[in-house]
C-alpha cells in the first residue's frame, strides 16, 4: 500500500485526515515572542480581557517590534514544530492584513480594506516555512486553522467539540471555536473512510459491498456530526471572525492589489482564503462514487479543482491515487457489470449522504452569510450563490444516471417510487432557490424558509 504521510499527517485507516499526533499547543521556547503576540492577539484573550485585535493598529504595531527568527526557522526538522510555525505565522499574517478590514467592519457594517503588506520580519520566516511544508503562506484549513489547530480539553472525553480547543484565535469568542473544532469533531470518523476509500479502489471485487456500506454509514456519521454546527457557532456571530479566513485571490474589495511580502518578493501575491472547501471528506466521496464524473463544465468547477491544491502534498497524492484507480474501474461499471444490485443501493446511500452534506453546508451559507452580509465572496474567493448549487447539482445528476440503472430491477431494499419522490423534491427545491437568487436584491430568509417548505432543513 501507497504511503501517504509528510510526518505530521498521514492519510491512513489509522489517523484518517487528522494528525499522527496532537498538535503542539504551544511554540517551543525559542519563540517565546512569537507565542506570546499569539497569545494577545485575539479579541477576546483568554482570561476574557480584550486583546490587540480590540484595538485598531494595535496589533500592527506589536507585529512590527517581533524578532525576525528566519534563521532558526530554517533549521527546524520536526513536523509538529513546522506545523505549529506555519500555523502561527499563518495566523499572523491574517491578523496584520486584515485587522483594518476587521474594524471597518465594526464601525460602517461593511468589510474595508486590508493592509497591502506584510513587514519583513512576518513575511521572511513564513515564506521559509511554508516553503518546507510545500503549501502556499497563507492561511490554511489543514495545518492552520482547522486541522493542526486543536487540543483536547480533557483526554478522556474524546472528540466532541466541546471538549475542543483552538491553540491560536481571532476572536477568541466560543462562536470560532465551534465553528472550527466541529470540522474536526467531523473528522474524527475520517479513519474509517480512507479505509472503505482504499478498499474501493483496490480492484478485487469480493468486499466492494462492505467497503460500500461503511462509507456509506461514515458519511451518515459525519454528517450527524455536521449538524450540529447550528448548536456550535450561532450564525449570527459568523462575522465576528469570518473576516478573518479571508482570501488575497477573488476578494478584490478587500485586496484591490494583492498581498507584498516584503523582503521575500517585489510584486503582490494572491492566494485562496481558509474554507472548509478544503476539507477531505467530500472530495474523497466525489472520487470514490463517480460524483467527480458529473462536475458542470464551467468556472465555478475550476474554482473547486483549484482548492484541491490547497492541501497537505500528502492528501493531494491520496487524491491522485484513489482517482488514477477510480478511472481505471469506475465504481458503477464494476456495480452494473456484475448485477451487484446491492451494491447499488448502497451507492444511492453514499449518493444521498453527498447531497445532504452539501445541501446542509449550502443552508450554513444562506444563513451564517447570506443573511449576515451583502458582501458577494466566500472566504475562498468564490461566489456566494452558485459556488456550492454547482456541485449540488452534479451528485443530483449521478442520482439519476444509478436510478436509470436500477429502475429495471427489484429490489426489497430499495422503494423507487419513494426515491423518485425524494428526488423530484430536491430538484425542485434547488431550482426554486437559484431562482430568488437570480435576482439582485433577494431575501435570503426567503431562500432559507425553502428547506423546511420542501422538506429538507437542515437542523
Known sequence: MKNFSDGFFSVDANSGFLPIEEPLRKLPDTYAELQSLLDEMPVVKDDGSPGLLATERALEQATERLPNFLNQVKKEKDPRVKAALFRGYSFLASAYTLSPAHHTY?????YGLANKKIPPTLAQPFVVIAEALEVFPWLDYHYAYSLGNFYKK??????DWSNLSMAVKFSGMPDEQGFIMLHVDI??????????????????????????ELFGTTLQKMNERRRLMWEASRWKHYNDFRVFIMG????????????????????????????????NIIPTADIISGVINYYPKNQLTNYLLDLRTYRPKCVQSFFHFISKKMDQHPLLKRLVDSNNLEGMVHLMKVFEEIYLFRNGHWQFVQKYIMQNTAYPKATGGTPITSWIPNQIKAVLRAMKVLFDKMK?????????????????????????????????AFDPEAVFDLNEKMGYQDF
Open 106 to 110: 465594526l464601525k460602517t457594517g461593511k
Open 154 to 159: 480533557e483526554e478522556t472525553k474524546g472528540w
Open 187 to 212: 473528522n474524527q470518523y475520517s479513519p474509517n473512510l480512507v479505509k472503505a476509500a482504499l478498499g474501493l479502489a483496490d480492484y478485487p471485487t469480493d468486499e466492494i459491498n462492505a467497503n460500500l
Open 248 to 279: 488575497t485571490k477573488g476578494n478584490v474589495d478587500i485586496f484591490p492589489e494583492g498581498l507584498i511580502y516584503e523582503g521575500v518578493w517585489d510584486t503582490p501575491h494572491t492566494y485562496r482564503g481558509q474554507t472548509g472547501a478544503q476539507d
Open 408 to 440: 429495471d430491477h427489484q429490489n426489497p431494499n430499495w422503494n423507487q417510487s419513494e426515491w423518485l419522490e425524494s428526488y423530484n423534491k430536491k430538484v425542485q427545491l434547488l431550482n426554486k432557490q437559484l431562482k430568488i437568487v437570480s435576482i439582485e
